[in-house]
């Protein structure tokens, strides 16, 4: 299953470009970025993912990240939420995440959930 959150000025990057991208800075610290949004981000993630899916998982956990976005198992299915544009290090990474979380909580204000 793929999700996608609107982004406010989307950007597109064909895939091939990303593919050519040399290693980024985030690759290196790939495992610390996936234990720290499993250890200290779960409430995001459902966030994100109940505003994606409509609806509210049990449990959720990061899986993968890439320059395009997150893989995040919820309950029994993988969600995909995108990257308003390839991000290349991990600040660039937490700003989207932080983007991303943001936009979720506020649509899931509105709608009272």
Aim: proline content about 6%.
């Amino acid at each position: 299953m793929i999700d996608i959150l609107p982004a406010s000025e989307p950007k597109t990057q064909n895939r091939l470009e990303i593919q050519q991208m040399p290693q980024a800075e985030w690759e290196q610290h790939r495992e610390r970025i996936i234990n720290h949004m499993n250890d200290d981000h779960i409430e995001h993630m459902i966030d994100m993912i109940h505003h994606s899916s409509g609806v509210k998982p049990s449990s959720v956990k990061l899986i993968e990240i890439s320059p395009e976005g997150f893989n995040i198992q919820a309950d029994d299915n993988t969600h995909f939420l995108a990257f308003a544009q390839p991000c290349t290090t991990p600040r660039e990474m937490a700003m989207e995440a932080a983007r991303l979380a943001n936009f979720a909580r506020e649509q899931l204000e509105k709608v009272g959930k």
